[in-house]
Structures are given as C-alpha cells and as structure tokens.
C-alpha cells in the first residue's frame, strides 16, 4: 500500500505496521484467503485503533477519508439521546410517539406502527441489539422535531466535539449520498460516548432484549467472540460495506477500534480482532486468547472465507449454509430489492435471486444464503415485508413466518 493510503499524522513506520497487522499478524493462526486481505487494499477501506483514556492512536490506515457511516450514524442518535437523558429533558419511561415518516423506514427496523409508541429505553435497545431504523428516527423525532431538524443537530453536536470530517442526514444511517465521516471522527465520538456517559455506555454492551415477546439478539457478534469487548456498533450498507467500532478492556487499558469497509461481517471481525490485539501487545497488555469455536453465533471463519476450514473447524463452518427465503417475484429487480431488505436485516450473507417456473409462469425467487441458524432465524423474525422462511443447508425448509 502506498504512503499515501496511510494516516497523514503517522510516519512512514507507523503505516507500514497498520499494513502489517491487517496482513501477516492478521487474526494470528487463522490462513485467510487473497480475497480477504486484498479488503485491506480496497477504495472503501479505513481503519484507526487508539487509546480511550487519551486518545493516543496506535495505528491508523486510511483513517481520514470520507466513508458512509451507515448504521454507525446511530452513536451519535445515541450520543444526543444520553446527552438529553443526563440534561432530564426525556426519560427512560418517557413515551415515544411513532410517525408514518418513523414506521416507513427500511429494515433493520422493529416493525413499529404509525400512531404506536414505545419507551425511551426501549428506542434505545432497538437502536444496540436490532439497529432499528424505525426506532432511531422516532427517536430524532422526539429530541428534534423532525428527522431532518435532527440530523442538523447532529451535525453540529458532531462538528464541536472534534469530528470535522462528518455530515449527517438522518438520524438512522440509511443510504444518503451526502452523509459522510471518518474512522478518525468515529473513534472521536466513541471516546465521548463512553467518557461522557459511563452509566449509559452498558447499554452497548447488551446482548438481547425481549420485544412483543420475541428476543432480539445484539447484531455485535465481537461481544461474543473478543475477550474484554463491551460495545459498541455495526452497520452495513451496499455503499460502506461492513463498518464496526468496537471498545474492549484488557488489564485496565481500554482499547478502541474502528474497520470500515469490510467485505464480510466475518472479514470485519477478524480484521478488528487483530488491530485490538497488536493495540494491546503495543501497550505491554498480555494476549487473552478464546477458543474460535466458542466465538459467536456468526461463524467468523466461514464468513471471512479462511483458506484452511477443513483443518480449523469443519463442522462450524457448515453452520453458515443456512438460507432465508423472502418470496417469489415477477421481475429480478423486485427479487432483488426484497433480498436486499433481507440483507440489511441479516447484516450477513450474500444475496441471491434466481429464476423459477411456477404453474408455466416465469418468477424470480429472492434469497439471502450464507447465514448461520441462527442469523437466519433471527432475519425472518425481523423481516417485515411478509412471508419469510428458514431453510437449512441442502434440505427442506424448516422454519416460516
């Protein structure tokens, strides 16, 4: 990679090493694909890891170009949320009215219903388990106004702590081609989320929440998976690619990471993993290591297309064959948005639209394949575009709603 491609703060050394982390240090042990490292390489990438106590980075790699934020857009929804929390001006228990503007959102989203309402508490879980569209611009609307009132005050929120890189557009991180920040500016505002509300700040690390009696399942499988990681996002969308800010606690050294531009939620993890890790080998923290079986309900090897899953964990590997199903079409491009919206949902996977004969007619059946079990079933639990089934590898289907 050139220079050039490096954070202009750092010397020549520095951007070499961030290099180095993301190729041969990368995920210690694991043998990833070409495909996997050239991400590393790719116009959309940008990384950066620094110290929480004082803001010191330790490597950084792209980490002033302009990246779409995506559904990390929600930390700073987030931010003013606790902000408006500390300064009593709502309430946890506070009730927060649902607009036909709010309910239209696209998935990810709870499926709230115009004229509905919800708490304050739970538009905040929605937003760190889900990232519930609906909820984060219900919940724009509520501090705001408006949605785009709200994306104003973001703004300008974002603009007098630091972050002079970042232009929000809405409160949730929907495709906008005008929204746009940094991984410079996101590790800025991960730091306040946590130096400014440390009471609040647990709820990232959350790991489900029950909704009309379903549980909705934290999408950040790095609590799972990384020893000392306590929050905070994911987000995803065709133009960002997969985008991650983590912060984890090792030996009382607090350690955050932003990878943007991931090509995979497997691929991002395993990228994150190894940037926190060389971060804590930087700062003489010990290495605590976790059995790659024991990591997540997404399987991390499967996902990032590891060059040797027969040798590593051939079983676990199988459990990301799962497939969700969301209909049959009359046209490609109406499959393929309705797997698209399944996608987002599932924040894994990889869409597929084929054609099918049904009663001499000719459909277009829309998929979204490469999901573990679980992910699958959870997709289908938060689809809202109607019926949704759960098939398993190379079998018949076994689940619908």
């Known amino acids: 990679m050139a220079n050039s491609a490096c954070g202009s703060r750092k010397p020549v050394s520095h951007c070499v090493s961030a290099v180095v982390v993301l190729t041969s240090l990368l995920v210690a042990g694991w043998a990833l694909s070409g495909s996997a490292r050239a991400q590393v390489g790719s116009a959309r990438y940008s990384s950066i890891v620094v110290d929480a106590n004082n803001g010191d980075v330790l490597e950084d790699v792209n980490a002033d170009q302009p990246r779409h934020p995506a559904s990390l857009t929600k ?3 987030l931010y003013l949320t606790f902000e408006a929390l ?15 503007h709010a309910a239209s959102m696209e998935p990810t989203k709870l499926g709230l219903v115009p004229g509905s309402r919800l708490s304050v508490q739970q538009a905040i879980l929605g937003l760190i388990t889900r990232s519930a569209n609906d909820a984060a611009s219900a919940l724009g609307e509520l501090l705001g106004g408006s949605e785009d009132r709200f ?3 973001m703004t300008l929120r974002a603009r007098a702590l630091g972050m002079t890189h970042t232009t929000f557009m809405n409160a949730s991180g929907l495709p906008n081609d005008l929204q746009w920040t940094t991984a410079r500016d996101l ?6 989320l946590i130096n400014d509300f440390p009471t609040y700040y647990n709820y990232f690390s959350t790991p489900s929440f029950v909704w009309h009696r379903q549980i909705i399942f934290n999408h950040d499988s790095m609590l ?5 990681a306590d929050g905070l996002k994911t987000g995803y969308t065709e133009a960002s690619g ?3 800010v983590t912060s984890a606690v090792r030996g009382g050294v607090r350690l955050i990471g932003v990878v943007l531009g991931a090509g995979s939620n497997g691929e991002r993890d395993i990228h994150m993993t190894a940037l926190l890790d060389h971060g804590f080998e ?3 923290v010990l290495p605590v290591r976790k059995p790659l079986l024991l990591a997540s309900r997404v399987s991390l090897i499967a996902s990032a297309h590891a060059a040797e899953i027969g040798q590593l964990a051939p079983h676990h590997a199988a459990a990301a064959n799962w497939t969700v199903q969301v209909g049959s079409y009359a046209t490609a491009g109406a499959a393929r948005s309705a797997a698209l919206a399944a996608r987002r949902e599932a924040e894994a996977g990889e869409v597929r639209v084929e054609p099918i004969r049904q009663r001499a007619k000719r459909l277009w059946r829309a998929q979204v394949t490469g999901l573990t079990q679980a992910d699958a079933r959870d997709t289908c639990l938060g689809y809202h575009r109607g019926g949704c089934i759960v098939m398993r590898p190379e079998a018949r289907v076994v689940a619908s709603r």
């Open 151 to 153: 994306a104003q005050m």
């Open 282 to 284: 930087q700062l003489d």
């Open 224 to 228: 799972r998976s990384y020893p000392g």
């Open 86 to 100: 500390r300064d009593r001006r709502i309430s946890l228990d506070q009730a927060v009215p649902v607009s036909p």
């Open 187 to 192: 590790a800025i505002l991960s730091r306040r």
């Open 242 to 244: 997969h985008n991650l």
């Open 75 to 77: 930390m700073m929804t």
